[in-house]
């Protein structure tokens, strides 16, 4: 039936999508994998810093920041910025329903400039201005 033909459709191109992803996990050597997990603990630990890029990476490690870039985006599937944003977010997210904190104190604290830059990258990730979240998630 078409309904069969379609599942298994979907299926091989589900394997396929499988093993593309194991052929790239595969393809990284050893030292990359070992630089991504040293990047990952590095942005974990300094996510509050307002300079944390590529750049400021590759310095700290001594690596070319396209090269920092490609094992990044290549072990994790998403791109250090991307990654940045999502460990910061992270720590927003409990500030704004856990403390009484303004929006400008929580930015200043989790690598914001200010407010607006907070409020940018949060409602690009979120869907929902910081403001909103607090409202939606906060205990009554």
Do not use: C
């Not at 078409?2 to 992803?21: N, S």
């Not at 070992?34 to 590759?58: A, C, G, H, K």
């Amino acid at each position: 039936t078409i309904w069969a033909v379609h599942k298994k459709e979907e299926i091989m191109d589900w394997i396929d999508q499988i093993y593309d992803a194991i052929a790239q996990v595969l393809s990284m050597n050893e030292k990359d994998i070992v630089w991504s997990e040293r990047i990952i603990s590095f942005i974990r630990s300094n996510y509050m810093e307002p300079q944390l890029d590529v750049n400021t990476i590759s310095r700290r490690f001594g690596l070319n920041s396209s090269y920092v870039s490609h094992v990044f985006r290549q072990s994790t599937g998403i791109r250090l910025i991307d990654y940045i944003h999502n460990v910061r977010i992270e720590h927003i997210m409990p500030l704004l329903v856990g403390s009484e904190k303004s929006i400008s104190e929580i930015a200043r604290e989790t690598g914001y400039s200010d407010q607006q830059a907070l409020s940018r990258v949060f409602r690009r990730y979120m869907k929902t201005s910081p403001t909103e979240y607090r409202k939606a998630h906060k205990a009554p």
